[in-house]
Every structure is written in C-alpha cells, then in structure tokens.
C-alpha cells in the first residue's frame, strides 16, 4: 500500500466497495492515508485567516497553478482538514492522510517542475494553540496572513452567521451580547488540546479583527521571513498582481496563477449603521496602530 500514490489510492478504494456502497469509499481512502501518513508531507503553504477576508478566494486561485496540487481525495475539494482548530482530537496521522503522498509529489514535480499543497483555515489565526503547534508540526511551511478592514471583516462575519441561521440578534445587538457569549472561550481553547470553540468560531465579530496579537503570535512561530501579511483589499483590486506575490513567497514557478473568477463565500453587502461603524473604527484604532508598528507600514484602516 506504501508504494501507492493517491490516484491508485482512491482507484483501489473504489474497486473495494459494490456500487450501492460507493460513498463509502472516502472513508477508505482515508484509511489508506493514515496508513501511509509517514510518506505524506504536510501543506507548503497555510492561508491562517483571517475570517471573511478572502482565504477561500485567495486557496481557490492558488489550485490554477500548475504545480499545486490538491488535498486528498481531489474530488471532494478539501480546503482543510480543519485538525488544529475543530478536529484537534484526532491523530496526527489522520490530519496528514489529507496530502499528497511524496510519489505522487515527484510525479507531478516531473511534470511541471514542482509540487506544491495549500491549506487554508480562517479559525487559524485568532486559535491561541495554533502557532506553535503549527510550526512543531509543520516546520518548514510558510504561512500567509489576509487581513481585511475590520469593520467590514466584523459585519460580513455578522451577515455570514445570519444567512446561517444561527444569529438571530441584530448587529449592535450581536456586539454587545459578544463578550457574554465568548466568556471563557480562549481559556479553554489554551487549556483543553481537543477543544473547539464553536461560539468562539460564530460570534467573535470584534474580537477577530485584533490582528496585533495574533499576527505576533504567528510571526514569533515561523519568523518573519516565513510569515506574509497582505491586505485583502489589495487581493480584491489587484487579484493577480497579488497572487504573484504568494507564489513568489511560496518559491512556485512565475506563472500566472489565474485568480479564481469569482469570489467564494461572499455575502451580499448592506449598508452598516454609521453609529455602529463609527464605534468599531474607534475600537479597532490602536489595534490597527499596533499591527502597521509590527509591520513597519502605513496604518492600513
């Protein structure tokens, strides 16, 4: 099974099952990569966040690129396991069943000169756990962060929860009953290895777009030449010029990754009240003083 690489993978998985039984053949090809999980390289590149700030967009365009090739199995277009934030309590093997074995890397590698995977997981960022567990794990990746103005990163948050069915509050509402809904959240999260923090996930709005912290944590972790903090406005206006900045951080070939073309996960937009933006923005200006310090930039919001 070892001597696989995942095409045959999923083709022997196939021939395993009768026909009625087919779904089940994920199951085994997951199997077969826990199996297999020493032979099986982790992500070249994490997409950390932050929530509603293009990760998907930017992890959608990066799959055009020739030498990037996708999770296991292709067909199910697995953007992340998720195991460092809602899937922490399984094994590690099962975490790096979900990549490209190393023979299937060198095939491609021959083909187009390179083997890249890309891992995006917008609850990265703001987990206490996950920068240094992410650099004990993964050492060698690189880590891209997208950082969108945060008043707009909090409604669109809002919005996404509503269209979900799972915010019932309105949004002044919603940011005031934040900090009772997330009490204890992080401590947790800091405390209990397995933990996810599903109100956390859902309802931090203003809390998860305090990128100082966060941004240093990740930075202390992997360093910061291996650390790229970009704007997603920049990534909306300028979707190619910016993709070529990741591909060249990531050491990929210059060629055009051929952004995705359209913007995934996008809620439509609404007009925020001014009183409540005028709030947010004064909220977020010394945390946005603070990022553009670590950055050594021009304050970007």
Known sequence: MSSLDDTRLVRRAKDL????????????????GQATAPLRPGPDLLVVGAKRSGTTFLWSSLLAHPQVLPLV??????????????????????YRGHFPTQ???RRHAARTGGAFTVEADPLLLHDPRAAG????????ARVVVLLRDPVARAHSHYRERVKAGVEG??????LAAEAGRTAGELDRLRERPAYYARAWDWYAYRARGEYAGPVAAWTAAYGEDRVLVLRSEDLYADPTGTLRRVTDFAGMDPVAAGPSSTRRNRAPGVDLDGDVAEELRAHYEP????????LGTEIWW
Request: aromatic content about 8%; proline content about 11%.
């Open 169 to 174: 509050l309105g949004f002044p509402e919603a």
């Open 103 to 105: 023979q299937t890397r």
């Open 73 to 94: 199995p292709a067909a199910q277009h697995i953007k992340s396991p998720h195991w460092f934030t809602r899937h922490a309590g399984r094994p590690e093997s099962w």
């Open 17 to 32: 099952v009768p026909a009625p039984a087919k779904a089940g053949a994920a199951g085994l090809v997951r199997l077969a």
């Open 133 to 140: 567990w992410a650099r004990a794990v993964l050492p060698d």
């Open 287 to 294: 945390h946005n003083k603070d990022l553009a310090r670590q």
